[in-house]
T-cell receptor
Framework: EAQVTQNPRYLITVTGKKLTVTCSQNMNHEYMSWYRQDPGLGLRQIYYSMNVEVTDKGDVPEGYKVSRKEKRNFPLILESPSPNQTSLYFC????????????FGNGTRLTVT | GDSVTQMEGPVTLSEEAFLTINCTYTATGYPSLFWYVQYPGEGLQLLLKATKADDKGSNKGFEATYRKETTSFHLEKGSVQVSDSAVYFCALSDFSGGYNKLIFGAGTRLAVHP
């Protein structure tokens, strides 16, 4: 089954403790992206990647890092999480720079205390 | 920059009622327009899209028409079901960066009661 898999689904952590949210897709898609969803703000793009080793900042990249060492994986790294990063995070992929519809993962709800 | 504005929710309807969720946009070019739906506990799924003015997107009984003159893309359904309860996002595509960057509205929660 074609899918985008995020882990974990829920995560509660404390300020400053490094964490990684994993994202993996099994569709051989070139384009992958991370969004955060906040009430009243919709989804905002954090980082995106056109292909392996090609990543770039979205609209809200501060406090986040990403890597794209393999085509299927696009982890989101929070080196020193802060409470304002409490949010619902989605990973998405597309075969062609997003011109085709995005496939979304089921989300990771992160709480930073 | 480009932006999308949706009506605030929640929208609460009885089963078989008519649904309209308003969406207007601001864009410098000629974007494609989308409606995505998010069911509880799931990621977003594309519901419908329209790529140029006067196009009508439709799927699962939902429709939306790309109105360039009013910069709108309102979502409609003639008779909602309980299973339509979800959050609906209007979005536009911004190709200025060489890729399809989706810009989303804030989302509108729909609750349909039996």
């Amino acid at each position: 089954e074609a899918q985008v898999t995020q882990n974990p689904r829920y995560l509660i952590t404390v300020t400053g403790k490094k964490l990684t949210v994993t994202c993996s897709q099994n569709m051989n898609h070139e384009y992958m992206s991370w969004y955060r969803q906040d009430p009243g703000l919709g989804l905002r793009q954090i980082y995106y990647s056109m292909n392996v080793e090609v990543t770039d900042k979205g609209d809200v990249p501060e406090g986040y890092k990403v890597s794209r060492k393999e085509k299927r994986n696009f982890p989101l790294i929070l080196e020193s999480p802060s409470p304002n990063q409490t949010s619902l995070y989605f990973c998405a992929s597309s075969p062609d720079r997003g011109y085709s519809p995005l496939h979304f993962g089921n989300g990771t709800r992160l709480t930073v205390t | 920059g480009d932006s999308v504005t949706q009506m605030e929710g929640p929208v609460t309807l009885s089963e078989e009622a008519f649904l309209t969720i308003n969406c207007t946009y601001t864009a410098t070019g000629y974007p494609s327009l989308f409606w995505y739906v998010q069911y509880p506990g799931e990621g977003l799924q594309l519901l419908l899209k329209a790529t140029k003015a006067d196009d009508k997107g439709s799927n699962k009984g939902f429709e939306a028409t790309y109105r360039k003159e009013t910069t709108s893309f309102h979502l409609e359904k003639g008779s909602v079901q309980v299973s339509d309860s979800a959050v609906y996002f209007c979005a536009l595509s911004d190709f200025s960066g060489g890729y399809n960057k989706l810009i989303f509205g804030a989302g509108t929660r729909l609750a349909v009661h039996p």
